[in-house]
């Protein structure tokens, strides 16, 4: 798995259309609030043209991509942390994912109904994000209540516990989001079990009519505006035209983007977005005729990248026969690769790089 995104917005923003276009996995579309009411669930295969690459010069038998999860929940309103439209079970339905991706409204379409009858960006973000704020807010106060009690009688670890709850709760006092708060250790660990929504990078997704593909629009440049002030990212995509391409047979759907001038698909933008925000990066193995990739966080180092494969890697890892994508391209083979010396064997304090490729010597 590469990574786990959240959709959110707005009833009626182009939630499902666009993870439909992303996933082509057919989610019901209709312009009335709350068709989603249980997640749609997408497992995407991460486009890598660098796996085509690799496999052009070893011809395996199985080439498997890393892959990408969408989860695309029913529209937030105004009162959805206090439960108005199903918001609680809706937030819950996220608590879990690596990032959350924003969709915004950012175009016109009087056919189209919106919860308050006209366009605005700005006050769309602050009204979803403000719900995903008190949604925290709620979890956070719930803990504080429960540990608050075995503090009472003493309990050393609740009152970490509730010392780190009240630094959360400050920090959403004074406006600001949890994502800035670094803990270490046992701190984080208690942090982390909040799962808490606004912990989570969150970067917007324009949905803009085909008109407004530049991105050079009056609604885009709100969202470029506050996700500046924010340190955010956004991503412009057609909706409607993504879930158009999807539709094509695969052959056709690069031919379709380059008469429109469009150089990637929205998933592809997506991708590098959430790779961005998450400090992630791809390395491949190629093991029993199978060549694959795998996702980790920059700076992981080799024992715990070979934990991402089995669990008794980490355990048992000896070493790490490790040569970049650039030198194996260059070379055509492994066999190639090692007698000019540029197969390197690296120990467990080696930090792996994107693109790298690596065989795994490990104990069982």
């Known amino acids: 798995m ?14 499902s259309t666009i993870f439909n276009g992303l996933t082509f996995a057919g989610a019901e579309v209709a312009a009335y609030r709350f068709t989603t009411i249980e997640p749609n669930i997408g497992v995407v295969p991460v486009p890598d043209k660098r796996l085509g690459q690799i496999a052009d010069l070893i011809h395996p038998k199985k080439v498997i991509p890393t892959t990408l999860e969408f989860l695309d929940i029913a529209g937030l309103v ?54 995903l704020i008190l949604g925290d807010l709620q979890v956070v106060e719930k803990r504080m209540a429960k540990v608050g009690r075995l503090v009472k009688v003493g309990g050393k670890k609740e009152a970490e516990e509730l010392e780190t709850y009240g630094e959360v709760l400050e920090i959403f006092n004074r406006g600001g ?11 984080k660990a208690i942090f982390d079990d909040l799962c808490l929504l606004m912990a989570k990078p969150i970067f917007y997704v324009a949905n803009v009519d085909e008109a407004q593909l530049k991105g050079d629009g009056h609604y885009v440049q709100e969202v470029r505006k506050l996700a500046e002030v924010q340190g955010s990212q ?15 047979d ?31 990066i791809t390395f ?25 494969i089995h669990s008794d890697m980490e ?24 007698e000019k010396g540029l197969l390197r064997s690296e120990g467990r304090e080696y930090v792996v790089q994107d693109g790298d490729i690596i065989h795994f010597r490990f104990n069982v």
């Open 177 to 187: 989001k949890t994502i800035d708060l670094k803990y270490e250790g046992s701190r």
């Open 234 to 248: 956004v991503v412009v995509i057609c909706g409607d035209l993504e879930s158009e391409i999807a539709q094509l």
């Open 250 to 280: 695969e052959g056709d759907r690069d031919a379709f983007r380059e008469s429109l001038g469009l150089e990637t698909s929205g998933l592809d933008q997506l991708i590098k977005v959430g790779y961005e925000v998450l400090n992630l």
């Open 315 to 338: 355990r048992g890892f000896i070493r790490a026969e490790v040569v970049s994508f650039e030198d194996f391209i260059r070379c055509g083979s492994e066999h190639t690769a090692r």
């Open 2 to 15: 590469g990574f786990r995104c959240g959709i959110v917005g707005f009833p009626n923003v182009g939630k």
């Open 78 to 131: 105004k009162g959805a942390s206090k439960g108005e439209g199903l918001g609680n079970q809706f937030l819950g339905h996220i608590r879990n994912v690596d990032a959350i991706a924003h969709i915004v409204r950012c175009f016109d379409n009087e056919n189209v109904s919106h919860e308050y009858g006209s366009i605005d960006p700005r006050r769309d973000i602050e009204v979803v994000e403000t719900e």
């Open 284 to 308: 491949f193995t190629t093991v029993s005729d199978e060549l694959r990739a795998w996702t980790v966080v920059k700076g992981t180092q080799s024992p715990k990248a070979a934990g991402k």
